[in-house]
């Protein structure tokens, strides 16, 4: 969505109010055994609370309110009770709100407990993968700048760059054109106009690119077994810069 009047941005910001909020409950909650049921069933009542609605149920028929991957998993886990968080785990959690008919989307990959270096920096990387990226995002440039930012910035780690997914437009819909992809060059993707509203999310694998879809069809997993770390904000591109609004100091 482009923002046009005072009431997009206001939309814009106040959703990404709410889902930025909901993560930093999440990272509240994040500890040695509890399940990712447990963890959905919290942060979904927390999104209604703030008179809010969670975007990701039901969409396309996914069965939760939020995406918990743990550690191989890149993104679209499934919550269940089976899947109980342990000592050293990594977990992204994504999150989707609609208030007031503007989307928020965001998601974050928290330790649980004390995790290795390696690990560690997986996690730090693709957060800065977000950050190297934004520096290359204004109005008038491609989208394809930004996007080789994030590769490079990841490949220059040794880490592989997840392509099967990437990331959006965002606005009255949770998934609106462009696409942002986190690899590519500088001379592909359309040219970011005034008031453009994108969730941009690298999905960075420790060791190979390659992914393939879990058994329950929603899970997109990593090939090797290595963990993978995601990042995601939505922002609102305008003459002034890169406004992140899904994140919300704790
Ligand atoms: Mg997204």
């Not at 909650?29 to 509890?34: A, G, Q, S, V």
């Not at 959006?168 to 993707?189: D, T």
Request: hydrophobic content about 35%.
């Amino acid at each position: 969505m482009i923002c046009r009047t005072n009431e997009d941005f206001e939309g814009m910001r106040m959703a990404g109010k709410i889902t930025g909020m909901a993560l930093n409950y999440a990272k509240s909650l994040i500890k040695p055994n509890i399940s990712t049921k447990e963890l959905d069933k919290k942060i979904e009542m927390y999104i209604i609370e703030k008179g809010a609605i969670p975007s990701f149920l039901n969409y396309d028929g996914f069965p939760a309110s939020i995406c918990a991957s743990v550690n191989s998993i890149v993104v679209h886990g499934i919550p269940s009770e089976n899947t109980i968080l342990k000592e050293g785990d990594i977990i992204s959690i994504d999150v989707g709100v609609i208030y007031n008919g503007y989307n928020g989307d965001a998601a974050r990959t928290f330790a649980v407990g004390q995790i290795d270096k390696q690990t560690e920096r997986l996690v730090k990387v693709t957060e800065e993968c977000f950050f190297e990226g934004i520096k290359h995002l204004a109005v008038g440039k491609r989208i394809g700048e930004m996007s080789e930012a994030i590769q490079n910035h990841a490949e220059s780690n040794g880490y592989g760059v997840v392509r099967e997914l990437i990331g959006h437009g965002i606005g009255k819909c949770l998934h609106e054109a462009p696409e942002v992809p986190n690899y590519g060059n500088r001379n592909q993707g359309v040219r970011v106009k005034d008031g453009m509203c994108l969730a941009i999310e690298p999905m960075i694998n420790m060791g190979s690119r390659y992914v393939y879809m879990c058994e329950d069809g929603w899970g997109i997993a990593t090939q090797d077994g290595k963990p993978s770390a995601h990042y995601e904000n939505t922002v609102i591109v305008t003459a002034k810069g890169v406004e992140i609004v899904t994140l919300v100091e704790e």
